[in-house]
């Protein structure tokens, strides 16, 4: 028993610096792609500066590698996390394909979010004089706010589900500990705490999600 | 602060929603333009106010050229103007003294100096302790206000006004009114108001050109439009003049019918003649009688604008004749089918 909690313990520990790992620095590629995919579209929806073909170049890349299976592109990537995390194994070498795997798909959830917001408003804030950075970092950004946050919750929630995919090519984590012990030895005990685990860290991220997203529209 | 448009034209398309419209906007006075939907209003407030460029012709804020500014010309020229919109646009994620410490902030004003003017003109407009309210908690009116206080606060020279009493009842539409009334004369704006409402044109503006089809069609004082309309598009602003808006003067009256049909002939007249019996007298110098359908007189700016509809009864050419002699002592008389 105090085996199988050490297993677990250890295999939940490493997860959760994975998924907070990738969902911090996916959201920093994501973020800033999700918001030009914004600002350079049309007018109508949120495009401040608008750009039609760098938008449609960047909607096809954001759109080719959401649609490439996860790990397959893990596998693609192991060289560039060897680059730079020195290694192409363990947890920290998962960050890597993680995070650019999940980019493009928090990419196209803050677009949708920031779209949302009313054009009236913008147009307030340009007809006052704002800057195009104004406009994003005053306007856009606390406007979508509550949008964010779930999309942020979603984020988690995928890359928790995409870190245990990751155990299956010697990432670590609960995936990983259900594979090797759970599966490839037989030990159907470990295999259920995992996914139990797993189940528990989603429904978590969701709850609290959904309260702070709750709490920002009640504040409005 | 006078604005003049000389040639303006925007098109989407094939759509010319702006077609050759040239304005002068006096300074320090409230201006209207009224149009139905789809006159090109919106068109002509977005190209007035910088939000968009005019594919030809000129505008002028006093003597300087505004339409063709660079980027960074254009955005300091925009925050010496102040604008309102029929939906407020106000930020749901500020309160509504943070909306109204927006502009002020983007100019990068000193915070202390920020909350000082904000309280300033929290009780400009009405709201005083009002700052920390979430916007959704506000009302209609309120909403208006503190967009208001927020066009303002970088003290503008004009104000633009885009059907910002649209999305309010009556009663605001009023109060709003009598406020911007009030702000304009206390801080010498130039005020443009874009309605599709006349009564917020009689209440509200001393100037007025209407708008349709993207051109102006018919321009000037409101008192002499009300008085002497030119045009079909006025004189159907003016026959839908809602009966309802009760102007707070107990002199100032709207039409009352007496007959469910209407007469034949429309008589305009102003100011003074309406305390005059130029009827009565032309009813005993000609041989014809005034059948009177219905009448009233109304309140516009500081003058009285008289309206009676009704038919004239006798021989053809005494008809002419007195019709003749009510336009010689200053009624602008319309008759069905002939002037309309």
């Not at chain 2, 102007?247 to 039409?255: F, L, W």
């Amino acid at each position: 028993m105090n085996i199988l909690f050490s297993l677990v313990w250890n295999a939940t520990v490493e997860t959760l610096a994975m998924v907070f790992a990738s969902t911090f620095f996916s959201l920093i590629l994501g973020l800033p792609l999700g918001i030009l995919l914004c600002v350079t579209g049309p007018e109508a929806q949120g495009g401040i500066i608008p750009r039609p073909i760098l938008n449609n170049v960047l909607g096809r890349v954001v759109n080719v590698l959401r649609s490439f299976p996860f790990i397959i592109l893990m596998i693609l990537l192991f060289p560039l996390s060897r680059i730079i995390v020195g290694t192409s194994i363990g947890t920290m070498a998962t960050i890597v394909p993680l995070s650019i795997a999940a980019a493009p798909f928090v990419a196209r959830i803050i677009e949708s979010a920031v779209k949302e917001v009313d054009p009236g408003v913008i147009q307030a804030a340009r007809a006052m004089g704002s800057t195009t950075m104004q406009i994003i970092l005053k306007v856009l950004i606390p406007e979508a706010m509550p949008a964010l946050v779930s999309g942020i919750t979603l984020t988690i929630i995928n890359l928790i589900g995409y870190s245990a995919m990751a155990g299956a090519i010697g990432g670590g984590g609960l995936g990983d500990l259900a594979i090797r012990y759970g599966y490839q030895r037989f030990r159907p005990d470990v295999m259920f705490v995992s996914v139990v685990v797993i189940l528990v860290l989603v429904e978590l991220v969701q709850v609290v999600g959904n309260k702070i997203s709750a709490r920002m529209m009640a504040r409005r | 602060m006078s604005i003049s448009l000389k040639h303006l034209h925007r098109a989407y398309g094939s759509l010319h929603a702006v077609h050759d419209i040239s304005l002068d906007i006096p300074s320090n006075t409230v201006y209207g333009i009224i149009g139905r939907s789809g006159a090109g209003k919106s068109t002509l407030v977005r190209l007035v106010s910088l939000l968009e460029r005019p594919d030809s012709g000129e505008i002028y804020y006093q003597d300087k050229r505004v339409d063709n500014l660079a980027k960074d010309d254009l955005i300091a020229q925009r925050r010496r103007i102040g604008m309102i919109f029929q939906n407020f646009n106000l930020f749901s994620s500020r309160n509504a003294a943070q909306n109204i410490a927006y502009p002020l902030e983007i100019t990068g004003l000193a915070p202390e100096a920020v909350t000082r003017r904000v309280d300033e003109l929290l009780d400009l407009v009405g709201l005083t302790g009002r700052g920390k309210a979430p916007i959704s908690t506000l009302s209609g009116g309120q909403k208006q206000r503190v967009a208001i206080a927020r066009a303002l606060a970088n003290d503008p020279d004009i104000l633009f006004c885009d059907e910002a009493t649209s999305a309010l009842d009556p009663q605001t539409t009023r109060s709003i009114l009598t406020l911007i009334g009030d702000l304009q004369k206390s801080m010498h704006l130039s005020v443009v108001m874009i309605t599709h409402q006349m009564e917020v044109v009689r209440d509200a503006c001393e100037y007025v050109a209407v708008l349709e089809n993207g051109s102006v069609v018919e321009e000037g004082k409101v008192v002499d439009v009300f008085a002497k309309p030119s045009c079909a598009t006025t004189k159907d602003f003016l026959a839908n003049l809602a009966p309802l808006v009760e102007q707070e003067d107990a002199k100032k009256q709207d039409m009352i019918r007496w007959s469910a049909e209407g007469g034949r002939y429309t008589l305009r007249f102003r100011g003074e003649k309406t305390g005059e019996p130029v009827l009565s007298r032309i009813q005993k110098t000609y041989d014809v009688e005034f059948n009177i359908r219905a009448g009233g007189v109304q309140h516009v700016g500081t003058e009285d604008v008289g309206t009676l509809i009704c038919d004239i009864i006798g021989e053809p050419d005494e008809v002419d004749k007195a019709v003749a002699a009510m336009q010689l002592s200053g009624i602008l008389v319309e008759e069905e089918g002939l002037n309309a």
